[in-house]
């Protein structure tokens, strides 16, 4: 998906969103959103949203002279997400068609993401739960999605967000995990999961966690490390989480489920939905039908 | 006042708010935003917003070869304005303090602004006429703007907006008019009043009506004609309509009555009302007290 003109202002606003919870000092945020601006206003448009967030979290953390802003923050919903979890694998047992409860689950987690929400309230997770498990479904998404698991010989999931990973845990253990390996961020960016909180909400105990070797909120293969690239052409099935996911595979030729909330005004008019939705995409259909929640 | 970082992201949309009315070609709306992001990048934060307002929308006409944009916008709203305007009259007439009544429907013309509301409909000016007739109040700054204007020797009206000089006019009426001058700008911004309009709408048989000489939404005195600063600084009362006066005019050491709606949330966060509010202000009581509707 390319940059729309429109991701400007919001660019902007996700600089000054960051400054403001690291407290960076005025000048510090001056000198941050000068530099911003000049960035923006040179970059190339075919290459997608994420693209440009990279660039503006790295000069971020350069300047604030920090390494990872959004850690404290990561564990606090890695923590409420784990709390959440109990209650999260009681309503994918007691479901009728479990798998379908966890991918709604595991959409639902992706309201997670201090991209978009700084701040995020334990109250909007729980309203994003009950949202994604009352909206109406198209059931021919999770079945598409069960068969294709049921096929595939290994199956890449790419994680999203801290927190969100506890959704996608319960997830991963509804589908035949054996084949799963769960892939993080190679270092750190807004609050998207490292190796750590993968190990910290027990993932490394289901499935392998490898990570992507790069710092994109989203998957730019080109920045990612030989050997993700090599496991990603070898996986015959990829589970990819979350709008920057979305917005950085969306025209890879590659068989992908794509799981997320569409977040944005620009990303929810790329897709053709409300903003908000919460969306279950097979990339088979992308250039036709899609498949929405 | 100056430009807080929080003005950027306001700019982009402005810019592409006034791109989109004005159906740009898609590489001329690259062409421009690139253009503002740049000059945004290296802006003096000490200059108030209007500033790079008056730059942006220069930059807009230039490379969509246009020099008055919003002309059918203006003669639109000068015309449903002046539909109104017999009612507007009744309502003034029949009520116990016309003043008042004058100022709080100057305030609700306030709303004409495509800077912000590039889409506004007659229902969003009705309502803001309802919410100004409304609208708790405090009676001290009618009051001292009653007194001010029966002492003052020469009234300096400061317009705002196409359409809402409809409602200046009215306000007009119901002060000592012989003393009043009335001012538009002196070329096309967004939808500030010119000649013009001030001619349509009939407010130059009322009242003597000059131009300041510049194009900055609002009035930058080092950009105004040095006709229109002798005036301006003979004048020992100043009424200044609108956001783009305040912004631009709150730092002047001067008597003025600001009426206007506090339409973004940086000006809110200034005054210290909230988004929206309807405001009388006295610029004597600026550093300490406000006088808000």
Not at 111 to 125: A, P
Not at 139 to 152: I, V
Not at 159 to 169: K, L, P, S, W, Y
């Amino acid at each position: 998906m390319k940059t729309s003109l429109e991701c400007f202002p919001c660019f902007i606003h996700q600089t000054l969103n960051a400054l403001d919870m690291l407290n960076a000092e005025p000048q510090v945020r001056e000198k941050v959103v000068r530099e911003v601006l000049r960035y923006a206003s040179q970059i190339d448009l075919l290459l997608p949203p994420p693209a440009t967030g990279r660039v503006i979290h790295t000069l971020i953390q350069r300047e604030c002279q920090t390494t990872d802003p959004y850690r404290e923050a990561k564990e606090r919903f890695n923590r409420l997400a784990l709390s959440l979890y109990p209650d999260l694998v009681r309503k994918v047992k007691n479901s009728p068609y479990p798998l379908e409860t966890a991918v709604r689950l595991a959409i639902a987690g992706n309201i997670i993401d201090f991209g978009i929400h700084t701040r995020l309230t334990m109250s909007q997770v729980h309203q994003s739960i009950q949202d994604a498990l009352e909206s109406p479904l198209d059931p021919a998404g999770f079945r598409l999605l069960d068969q294709a698991a049921q096929e595939a010989d290994q199956i890449l999931y790419l994680g999203d967000n801290a927190g969100e990973i506890v959704f996608d845990r319960l997830l991963i253990e509804t589908l035949p995990r054996e084949k799963i390996t769960f892939v993080v961020k190679g270092s750190p960016i807004i609050n998207d999961a490292l190796r750590e909180d993968a190990e910290f909400i027990g993932l490394t105990d289901r499935v392998p966690v490898i990570d992507n070797g790069a710092n994109a909120p989203g998957t730019i293969l080109e920045l990612c490390s030989e050997e993700f690239v090599r496991r990603f052409q070898q996986a015959d099935l990829i589970i990819a989480k979350g709008q920057g996911n979305f917005e950085t595979l969306s025209d890879v030729p590659k068989r992908i489920f794509f799981l997320l909330k569409a977040k944005c005004p620009v990303v929810a008019k790329h897709i053709g939905c409300k903003i908000n939705s919460m969306l279950l995409l097979d990339s088979s259909f992308l250039k036709g039908e899609k498949n929405c929640l």
